[in-house]
């Protein structure tokens, strides 16, 4: 039978920094296990590729706080790029109350050690962007820091130093089982036979559910599509602007390539395996996109191009790491919310630590365990996209 000291199942972005944080931290014998031909078929791929520290929990900015530094010394760090532009985030308020939640955002923020965020006065925001419709526009918040990483680009970042490491990537190959006795975790069934471990981390994504089942743990993680709308080149907006948020709607933008890509949580969507994008959506997204910013009334979309990815939602909009209880040896990494990209780099370093060491520095991992749900004591982040 075939060994391994850690099995990640799931090779996206989040499985693969697992295994360049294990790997990384002298871990040399680590097995990831992708179902799919290649990497990144699932939420990696379909991304928006956003990353930022405006959080409104400090579990949430203390992960930024790890991640966005990552990335800035990604290229130099790992030898592969992650394209990471620090173009910021602009959250735009229209209301007394968006603004109070921005300045109590802030102050956790920065006294977390985040030292690029500022509020900006609607007459800044008016002169940088002058495209945008502002009459109701009261001021805003903004961190240079904040930006866009390319995701697929990034876990193959990790996946290739990991594997340059001694990891080890088996591609096209499903998990049917995972068996256990009185101490935990004893085998992995695959579609390329067993292999003997005592340490799984579940990094499944929106389908980490089925793959806890498997271990008998019950996981509240759901799937929820999100789509996600590119223009048509377009050049009568800055294509050095931020991530731009309107918080009246949460209809977002940023530039990418010659477009700009377009996003809304349509509220209507209900959780469930829908993969296939809704044309309808586009007449949704442009109404939205032309009221905050008239330019936008002429800009081109193919139809063709619009996608479709999932989130993985928890009851609380956060994370489920840290080992299940019950099962000694099932690790879990699930949940992220929308958040699994900008929080990959912290997610992998907790992960190693908690496998390695049984604690990590970076959090307080109790906080993101499993067990929170049933005592009680969710951690609602409110700043969702």
């Given at each position: 039978?075939?060994?391994?000291?850690?099995?990640?199942?799931?090779?996206?972005?989040?499985?693969?920094?697992?295994?360049?944080?294990?790997?990384?931290?002298?871990?040399?014998?680590?097995?990831?296990?992708?179902?799919?031909?290649?990497?990144?078929?699932?939420?990696?791929?379909?991304?928006?590729?956003?990353?930022?520290?405006?959080?409104?929990?400090?579990?949430?900015?203390?992960?930024?706080?790890?991640?966005?530094?990552?990335?800035?010394?990604?290229?130099?760090?790992?030898?592969?790029?992650?394209?990471?532009?620090?173009?910021?985030?602009?959250?735009?308020?229209?209301?007394?109350?968006?603004?109070?939640?921005?300045?109590?955002?802030?102050?956790?923020?920065?006294?977390?050690?985040?030292?690029?965020?500022?509020?900006?006065?609607?007459?800044?925001?008016?002169?940088?962007?002058?495209?945008?419709?502002?009459?109701?526009?009261?001021?805003?918040s903004f961190c240079s820091t904040d930006g866009f990483v390319d995701?697929?680009?990034?876990?193959?970042?990790?996946?290739?130093?990991?594997?340059?490491?001694?990891?080890?990537?088996?591609?096209?190959?499903?998990?049917?089982?995972?068996?256990?006795?009185?101490?935990?975790?004893?085998?992995?069934?695959?579609?390329?036979?067993?292999?003997?471990?005592?340490?799984?981390?579940?990094?499944?994504?929106?389908?980490?559910?089925?793959?806890?089942?498997?271990?008998?743990?019950?996981?509240?993680?759901?799937?929820?599509?999100?789509?996600?709308?590119?223009?048509?080149?377009?050049?009568?907006?800055?294509?050095?602007?931020?991530?731009?948020?309107?918080?009246?709607?949460?209809?977002?933008?940023?530039?990418?390539?010659?477009?700009?890509?377009?996003?809304?949580?349509?509220?209507?969507?209900?959780?469930?395996?829908?993969?296939?994008?809704?044309?309808?959506?586009?007449?949704?997204?442009?109404?939205?996109?032309?009221?905050?910013?008239?330019?936008?009334?002429?800009?081109?979309?193919?139809?063709?191009?619009?996608?479709?990815?999932?989130?993985?939602?928890?009851?609380?909009?956060?994370?489920?790491?840290?080992?299940?209880?019950?099962?000694?040896?099932?690790?879990?990494?699930?949940?992220?919310?929308?958040?699994?990209?900008?929080?990959?780099?912290?997610?992998?370093?907790?992960?190693?630590?908690?496998?390695?060491?049984?604690?990590?520095?970076?959090?307080?991992?109790?906080?993101?365990?499993?067990?929170?749900?049933?005592?009680?004591?969710?951690?609602?982040?409110?700043?969702?996209?």
């Open positions: 039978m075939q060994t391994a000291e850690v099995i990640i199942i799931g090779g996206g972005i989040v499985g693969s920094s697992i295994a360049y944080h294990l790997t990384a931290a002298g871990c040399k014998d680590v097995l990831v296990i992708e179902r799919e031909t290649a990497q990144g078929k699932g939420s990696t791929g379909k991304s928006m590729g956003g990353v930022r520290a405006q959080f409104s929990t400090p579990v949430n900015i203390q992960m930024s706080l790890y991640s966005i530094p990552f990335y800035a010394s990604f290229d130099e760090r790992l030898g592969y790029p992650a394209e990471y532009r620090p173009q910021g985030y602009l959250f735009c308020a229209i209301s007394d109350k968006h603004l109070a939640y921005l300045r109590a955002n802030q102050e956790k923020q920065i006294a977390l050690g985040l030292k690029n965020v500022r509020m900006v006065s609607a007459d800044e925001i008016r002169s940088l962007y002058p495209q945008l419709r502002s009459d109701d526009i009261l001021g805003g995701p697929y680009s990034v876990m193959n970042g990790f996946m290739a130093w990991a594997a340059d490491h001694g990891a080890k990537l088996w591609k096209n190959t499903q998990v049917t089982g995972i068996n256990k006795d009185g101490n935990g975790i004893t085998t992995v069934e695959t579609t390329k036979g067993p292999v003997s471990t005592r340490k799984v981390v579940n990094a499944a994504g929106a389908w980490a559910a089925a793959i806890a089942g498997m271990a008998g743990v019950d996981l509240p993680v759901e799937p929820l599509r999100r789509m996600l709308v590119p223009t048509e080149p377009f050049d009568q907006f800055p294509h050095t602007a931020p991530m731009i948020i309107d918080m009246s709607t949460g209809f977002h933008f940023r530039p990418e390539s010659r477009g700009f890509l377009l996003a809304w949580n349509d509220p209507e969507e209900t959780p469930g395996f829908k993969t296939d994008f809704e044309p309808s959506f586009i007449e949704k997204i442009l109404v939205r996109a032309a009221d905050r910013v008239p330019v936008f009334e002429n800009v081109a979309v193919n139809p063709k191009r619009a996608w479709a990815g999932l989130y993985e939602m928890t009851p609380d909009h956060h994370p489920i790491l840290g080992e299940a209880p019950g099962v000694p040896g099932f690790f879990l990494a699930n949940g992220f919310s929308g958040h699994g990209v900008m929080h990959a780099p912290a997610t992998g370093k907790i992960l190693s630590d908690l496998i390695l060491h049984g604690k990590t520095d970076l959090i307080d991992a109790s906080l993101l365990s499993l067990t929170r749900f049933a005592e009680g004591r969710m951690i609602e982040e409110t700043a969702v996209l």
